[in-house]
């Protein structure tokens, strides 16, 4: 019984925007773009968040992991609420316990790295899920259109049979700004990139990196991976300052995702433990107003995880996004009119919500103790056999359903048409009227397999409020 990385995960959102089509559309404009325009970036839909991107990487870090949680951390600079446990959210949606202590982290890039740093140092008896997870907006035209992406990651510390131990950590504070967004801003403002590589990650970046390989009492040539989300031409840099080989540095994802914020250093480490074998040295870094260097170190029970954790079938299960003026839709940066039928007030009753958040939050249904029919939601009746107050509490968030009917409504309102809706069956008899997401139209079919996903359910505008729910989505396949 060691204390380390007992299990990890990672969630990135299925569409995918080529930089060409940004270039396209703003080049005219601002004709420096099209020496960015490689690749793709990774794309929110309208209805995930920090939140939701958050809940996919937990549970995916999750699945199969029966240890009891302690402590949920949750690390973004784009959380929703600023007043309001996201965290605790985020736990209910993955039906932790009660007596849970939750935490919200923010304020700086290096939120995940940090905290992965002082949860590597702590040994502390307590299971910790850390998750980390930004879906930051752009402004259009600029550079950080481009290169942003949006993805989360997740990491379960604790004492048992780890898959990854930590060697050593190391952190550095220098507040050199090479980018930042004031509390009253929408959008990054980034400094010239000369001075960030020159100033910040050539001498930052060597400092965190040596007082880590000190405090891990190793060299740097046993290290057999680097992961640092930065542009090859950096990493480069680096290695050479460094005195390494820069072909051991890992994919920063440009191509396929885009950086991903306070999240990135975690899902670029999630995607190294998806092919790193026993014995493997991985050194982390996270960069922003100094630096962030953790030294892990693979077991053998990594490859148990290997085949279902980790960003890698998000990464092949893509579509395609090839509009630009619906990507500024979807992420609420284009006000279309979409007539009297958006026009509706979306009031949240706060005293239902709370009397039924469980069922709501972490869709907890009931099954019935005299003939096991499952239902949603629970009720005192048993809908099969009519006993009463025979039911207890059993989640359907992961579970896999059955479309049973469907409708494509394209009169009715929604931020990405049609509205698709439709009764979904589950084993046992549970049957939900259900909005779904992530379909294509025409894509759903009668009998489609479907997951559930947490998402955002509406926005309350007046009030600044947003309701989550589950909804049924396409189960991940690799694109053609």
Request: proline letters at 4%; charged letters at 25%.
């Amino acid at each position: 019984m060691r204390y380390g990385i007992l299990s990890y995960g990672a969630y990135v959102p299925s569409f995918r925007l080529a930089r060409s089509i940004i270039a396209d559309a703003v080049s005219w404009a601002v004709p420096g773009v099209k020496g960015l325009a490689k690749g793709e970036r990774a794309v929110a839909n309208w209805d995930e968040d920090s939140i939701t991107l958050a809940v996919e990487a937990g549970r995916n870090c999750l699945a199969g992991f029966t240890q009891r949680l302690d402590h949920l951390q949750l690390a973004s600079t784009t959380l929703p609420f600023a007043d309001r446990s996201n965290s605790g959210v985020v736990g209910d949606a993955l039906l932790c316990p009660a007596e849970l202590t939750t935490e919200d982290l923010g304020g700086s890039r290096r939120a995940g790295s940090s905290a992965l740093v002082r949860l590597g140092l702590s040994a502390s008896a307590r299971t910790t899920l850390l998750l980390a997870a930004d879906c930051r907006e752009t402004k259009p035209g600029s550079t950080q259109e481009m290169n942003y992406g949006h993805g989360a990651a997740g990491f379960v510390f604790g004492t048992g049979e780890p898959i990854a131990v930590v060697k050593g950590a190391a952190s550095i504070h220098e507040d050199l700004i090479d980018q930042y967004r004031a509390t009253d801003s929408d959008y990054d403002y980034a400094l010239e990139e000369r001075w960030i590589r020159e100033e910040g990650y050539n001498k930052l970046v060597p400092r965190a990196v040596h007082a880590a390989a000190k405090n891990a009492g190793i060299e740097l040539s046993e290290i057999h991976r680097f992961v640092m989300p930065a542009a090859a031409a950096i990493a480069k840099g680096v290695a050479k300052i460094l005195k390494v080989d820069a072909a051991l540095f890992a994919d920063p994802l440009t191509a396929q995702v885009g950086d991903c914020g306070a999240a990135h250093p975690l899902l670029m480490l999630a995607q190294a433990l998806e092919t790193a074998v026993p014995g493997e040295k991985i050194l982390v870094i996270g960069f922003g107003q100094g630096a962030d260097a953790i030294i892990l170190e693979t077991t053998a029970r990594l490859a148990d995880l290997q085949p279902t954790h980790g960003p890698g079938r998000y990464l092949k299960a893509r579509r395609v996004l090839d509009n630009y003026t619906k990507f500024l839709a979807l992420r609420n940066q284009l006000d279309l009119d979409f007539g009297l039928r958006a026009e509706r007030d979306n009031r949240t009753a706060q005293s239902v919500f709370y009397r039924r958040r469980k069922d709501i939050t972490g869709m907890v249904g009931g099954r019935c103790k005299s003939c096991n029919t499952l239902q949603y939601p629970r009720a005192q009746l048993c809908v099969k056999c009519g006993e009463i107050d025979t039911q207890a509490g059993e989640s359907l968030s992961g579970l896999l359903g059955r479309v049973k009917s469907y409708t494509e409504d394209w009169l009715a309102y929604t931020p990405l048409p049609p509205y698709i809706y439709g009764n979904v069956e589950f084993a046992d008899g549970a049957n939900c009227m259900l909005e779904f997401t992530d379909f294509e139209p025409g894509q759903v079919k009668i009998g489609n397999a479907v997951r559930m996903v947490f998402r955002i359910k509406d926005f309350d505008g007046r009030r600044h409020f947003r309701r989550y729910f589950w909804k049924p989505a396409p189960i991940p396949t690799a694109a053609d």
